[in-house]
């Protein structure tokens, strides 16, 4: 069984506009994919496809006008979003891990690093003592890389640069032993050694403790070098997923080839880039979502496209998948 | 950490303190300067000859350059001679002194009343944006905005003096069929019950009811304000969002939400506090309150120099001690205001 298999995963913004009529913005349009124990997806697209809003989506975490209308995100057996709010709180934080892409401003100012490790346990798991807590904090910290752990959790967040901030982050996601966790974005603003470092203690922990887990990146790189699968996201809808291996060797849709061409190590001046804006949302066209900036759209396109299934559990919603 | 890193602190404070009170009362001695009447003539009289004016002239050293005159106003302050009324002809800092804790004390218990229902009717206001709790808070907030202050101690005095009777008049701090209790802190009220003078205690409380009332009512329609939009602010704060991402229970939040917005929130008390002194003269003046307030305003009406500018001051070191008091609560409640 997966541990989370996101199913036809719908959200719209719904609001009324200035002239009081009101107005839909379908933001998810269907997406749909699914997790291995213990295995790394990466979840990529350009900004404004919809990666956060699905993580958002699944961890019940919306703010109004934003809403899921339909779909389904089964993790551990039970539909995240068919669960009453108590319950699904109770998994945030606790068998679902929450890493976010701005550490420094994330943790609460005026809490000690350890008191944020400890409260967080013990809202969980009321039965741990304070000073069992403590001490789990302590090996956690230690876990994630960070020197001198029992002095550490007495420093203030504000006393930590960004690279240990994201570190504290993760020990914080990770310390209530979770079996999935998502990171958002969780290198942006962080110097790119430290990135890779990141990157690696968390690739390191997931395997380490069996965790499944999903990376929201616009990064290629990022996904290729850490990822076991790779889901890119196109206005809302998963264009194409599989292996990173099959992803990266043949990529089907030619949105995803537009965005391999233009990843910096592999550009060349002539190669064709991904250009153009996101489809207008409030009035999305019929047929396949990226038709208008498709260098190979024909009349076929103007119909729903089908998820192909190409190789190797490799698939594409392209009409002209298997001819690439 | 606090106590050697505040110690360290005040003792900063107050040697920036000393340049600040130079240039305030710099301020304040050239703006009743500027105010163009001439003392000579007020206190020599209508019949005094021309060397008898200038003498007095000499006595008051008013023959002299403005910034002599100035320095020589200075030192006598740093000894503690503000100088004399020229209607008591008493020394105006006994005079201040004296009015003092009643303006004190009716400025302590208003905005403190103020804070106390302010700060709780802000927060659950930001819980809902728009709901009904806020909509009333922002309506009821914004007439206090609008209310004019002595129109609203009038109003107060008509209503529950006059037409009710629940209240006792408007004739300062104790009943007159009442003996005022010997001064020790110098509050009717707490003098009178540390001498167990129940009566001059109950007197002195009904007395209060009514300016206190007022001052929490002018000074809580901001605090609600203000209160709400740092609440607001905090709850959108990423900190509180991945609180919630992470699970931690409602009431863990709310508590986040308090403590995060305190440091803010008690600075703008702070500054509502220094800010009524003002305000509270004009209180005072419709309860005949006799405090500082009243004193400051009929001294600015009648040209007393002396007075004018030793309140003047005295309004400025309140505000500076307000501030520093302010200064170390926002260090105890907030680990970035520490400096190593």
């Known amino acids: 069984m997966s541990l989370l298999e996101v199913r036809d995963l719908h959200t719209h913004f719904i609001a009324y506009d200035l002239d009081n009529r009101l107005r839909t913005a379908r933001a998810l349009n269907g997406v749909s994919f699914s997790l291995e124990p213990g295995r790394i997806l990466g979840l990529v697209g350009e900004t404004g496809a919809g990666k956060s809003l699905t993580a958002l989506s699944i961890l019940g975490l919306l703010k109004p006008p934003a809403r899921v209308v339909a779909g389904q995100a089964v993790f551990e057996g039970r539909d995240l ?95 209530n032993e979770p079996s999935l966790l998502i990171a958002d974005e969780p290198t942006t603003g962080l110097d790119v050694t430290v990135q890779a470092q990141i990157l690696d203690l968390l690739r390191g922990l997931a395997r380490q403790r069996g965790i499944g887990a999903v990376i929201i990146t616009h990064d290629l790189g990022v996904v290729a070098h850490y990822c076991d699968e790779a889901a890119v996201m196109f206005a809302g809808q998963v264009v194409e997923h599989g292996p990173v291996s099959a992803l990266f060797a043949r990529p089907a849709h030619p949105y995803t080839r537009a965005l391999i061409a233009a990843t910096p190590e592999r550009l060349q001046l002539r190669a064709p880039r991904p250009s153009g804006s996101p489809p207008n949302l409030y009035a999305l066209p019929e047929g396949c979502l990226y038709r208008d900036r498709c260098p190979m759209a024909q009349d076929v396109c103007t119909r729903p496209p089908p998820d192909l299934a190409l190789r190797d559990g490799h698939a594409a919603r392209c009409h002209l998948a298997e001819a690439a | 950490m606090p106590a050697r890193a505040i110690g360290g602190f005040l003792l900063r404070r107050a040697v920036l303190l000393v340049p600040l009170l130079v240039a305030v009362s710099f301020l304040c001695f050239m703006l009743v300067r500027l105010g163009g009447q001439d003392p000579v003539a007020m206190l020599a009289g209508p019949t005094a000859t021309a060397a008898e004016l200038e003498m007095v002239r000499r006595n008051l050293a008013l023959d002299q350059p403005v910034w002599a005159q100035f320095l020589v106003w200075l030192g006598k302050v740093l000894s503690g001679d503000l100088g004399r009324s020229w209607i008591s002809n008493r020394p105006v800092l006994t005079e201040l002194l004296d009015r003092a804790p009643a303006t004190l004390e009716l400025l302590l218990y208003g905005v403190g009343l103020g804070a106390l229902v302010g700060i709780p009717v802000g927060l659950k206001a930001a819980q809902k944006p728009d709901g009904a709790f806020d909509q009333v808070s922002r309506f009821l907030s914004l007439l206090g905005f609008s209310t004019p202050t002595y129109w609203l101690a009038l109003m107060a005095l008509f209503v529950f003096f006059y037409l009710l009777a629940w209240a006792p008049p408007g004739m300062g701090r104790i009943s007159l069929m009442v003996d005022p209790p ?66 931690l229970p409602a009431g863990e939040v709310r508590r986040m939400v308090l403590r995060n917005s305190m440091v803010p929130v008690v600075t703008f008390v702070g500054t509502e506090l220094a800010g009524l002194v003002g305000t509270t003269a004009l209180i005072e003046y419709v309860f005949a309150w006799g405090g500082i307030g009243q004193f400051g305003l009929n001294a600015i009406i009648q040209g007393d120099f002396a007075v004018v500018q030793g309140y003047v001051l005295l309004l400025a070191l309140f505000s500076v001690l307000v501030f520093l008091v302010v200064d170390v609560l926002v260090m105890l409640l907030e680990p970035r205001a520490v400096r190593a």
């Open chain 1, 81 to 175: 979003l068919a669960l009453p709010p108590e319950e699904l709180n109770a998994l945030r934080g606790a068998r679902i891990g929450l890493v976010v892409q701005s550490p420094k401003t994330s943790l609460d100012p005026l809490a000690r690093i350890g008191q944020q490790l400890v409260r967080l346990q013990r809202a969980h798991r009321p039965e741990f003592s304070a000073a069992q807590a403590e001490a789990r904090a302590a090996e956690m910290l230690a876990a994630v890389g960070i020197p001198d752990p029992k002095r550490r959790l007495r420093a203030w967040p504000h006393e930590l640069s960004g690279g240990m901030a994201q570190r504290v982050l993760i020990a914080m996601a990770l310390v």
């Open chain 2, 182 to 247: 010997p001064r020790i802190t110098g509050s009717y009220l707490w003098d009178a019950m540390l001498g167990g003078q129940w009566e001059a205690a109950r007197s002195a409380a009904a007395q209060l009811v009514l300016p206190v009332l007022c001052i929490a009512i002018i000074s809580a329609a901001p605090i609600v304000k203000q209160t709400r939009a740092i609440a607001l602010e905090v709850l959108a704060s990423d900190y509180i969002r991945y609180a919630r991402a992470q699970g």
